[in-house]
């Protein structure tokens, strides 16, 4: 799954942490130091050894540090903003408690369990806005409890429901902008585009909704989108081109005060993958929405958390079946499930490289299914069993959509202050 290099470039890249020939993940707080592996000031072989594996490790200040680079990229643009950290991303307590102290976010979520939970870990009821999909009644009734919060309804049932529970109250609505946009073009990742999705209500059903808010007196506040997942410099075109088509609906609303364009920004998951530009992307919304009064409201959760987690696993067996060099590992597609599911891969890394020659391995979790694979023909120094290899890029949807498949859900997590 990783971008292709030679065995040799590869091996120049991961063993030396002097060479300006690193590799294409390293930065200042992700990289060797006399050949071991460091997430921050923390060397991940010691706390591997002390910890065990499979373990998350999660390094906040590197989240707070992207929160201030989006800021500062909307603050250059001159767009006057909100953001809310998707909590899904990864809803681990003792980072939102830390997020919600920080006072730079407030927190997206997208089901009463998550509402609950972001309130919970310190986050003002003020500071949360909720936008879930296929709500129930009873969603609906918990929601309308918290007053204070930014409510999206995403259906014409929702804002029914929630006009005859709380008429009078102000409420945004979740469109649907019927373009999409994703990593690479990938239809997995894309919230709206050619075919019919469940998500929002797309334009022409847009005069149902305003005969909705005026029976119950509904005052429409906010629009809120989400065209997808990922994207990077090379898909800002089409994000652009979202953010043009969601005037369609502004034009419609006089009453909008804030215009929440989801959130979606990608990192880079391969060699060839260059990280996005926030300024261009910062510039790319004030161009949509210049001479507007509104607040943008953006809504990061992988963006800030994905390249700022690592998960560490073991290595439990080396050996070839037909032409294949299969490496086992003690951690499993249910502990991060997007190389699985969506062709977005955790990249493997060494620890603590060994010296010889490189090979190409085919590397394999627990967990008895086919597609419980974290990477073909990956180049990589010889392993031994114990040895621990690094999943970089874990630290986000990976993580949070995990699962005890096969009872192999037993997973640590170690969140890093420094």
């Not at 239809?187 to 059903?205: C, H, P, V, W």
């Not at 990077?232 to 005037?247: M, P």
């Not at 490496?327 to 060994?354: H, K, S």
Request: aromatic share 8%.
């Amino acid at each position: 799954m990783s971008d292709t290099l030679t065995l040799n470039e590869q091996k120049n890249q991961e063993t030396s942490s002097d060479s300006d020939d690193e590799p294409w993940w390293t930065r200042d707080d992700l990289t060797y130091h006399n050949g071991r592996l460091q997430l921050g000031e923390c060397d991940l072989q010691s706390l591997a050894a002390r910890i065990g594996t499979p373990t998350y490790v999660i390094r906040a200040p590197r989240v707070v540090e992207k929160l201030k680079q989006i800021h500062a990229a909307l603050d250059g643009a001159g767009v006057r903003h909100r953001i809310y950290y998707a909590i899904k991303a990864n809803r681990t307590s003792q980072l939102l408690t830390y997020l919600a102290s920080q006072g730079l976010c407030g927190a997206d979520v997208c089901s009463p369990e998550e509402m609950r939970h972001a309130f919970s870990c310190g986050f003002p009821e003020k500071n949360i806005s909720f936008t879930g999909t296929s709500l129930s009644a009873a969603d609906v009734a918990t929601i309308s409890k918290f007053e204070e919060l930014s409510f999206n309804p995403d259906s014409l049932s929702a804002l029914r429901q929630f006009g005859k529970i709380a008429p009078g109250r102000e409420v945004g609505i979740r469109i649907n902008p019927d373009i999409g946009i994703g990593y690479s073009g990938n239809d997995m990742l894309q919230y709206s585009g050619n075919e019919a999705t469940k998500f929002g209500i797309y334009l022409d059903r847009l005069p149902e909704a305003l005969e909705i808010a005026r029976e119950y007196d509904l005052k429409i506040v906010r629009l809120h989108f989400h065209a997808g997942c990922g994207y990077l410099d090379r898909e800002l075109g089409q994000l652009a081109n979202v953010l043009k088509a969601s005037k369609a609906f502004i034009e419609q609303l006089p009453d909008v005060q804030e215009i929440n364009i989801g959130g979606g920004l990608g990192v880079p998951h391969c060699s060839s993958d260059k990280k996005l530009d926030l300024d261009l992307w910062a510039s790319v919304i004030a161009d949509a929405f210049s001479g507007l009064d509104l607040t943008v409201a953006v809504e990061p959760g992988d963006f800030l958390v994905k390249d700022s987690g690592v998960l560490l696993t073991s290595v439990t067996y080396q050996e070839r079946r037909k032409n294949v060099e299969f490496l086992g590992l003690d951690a499993g597609f249910n502990l991060a499930m997007e190389p699985a599911f969506y062709d977005l891969p955790c990249e493997p890394v060494a620890t603590i490289p060994r010296p010889g020659e490189w090979k190409n391995y085919t590397l394999v979790g627990n967990v008895n299914e086919a597609l419980d694979k974290w990477a073909i023909d990956h180049p990589m120094p010889p392993p031994e069993e114990g040895d621990v290899i690094t999943l970089i890029n874990a630290g986000g949807y990976a993580a949070s959509m995990r699962s005890n498949h096969c009872l192999r859900g037993d997973v640590r997590e170690v969140i890093l202050l420094d």
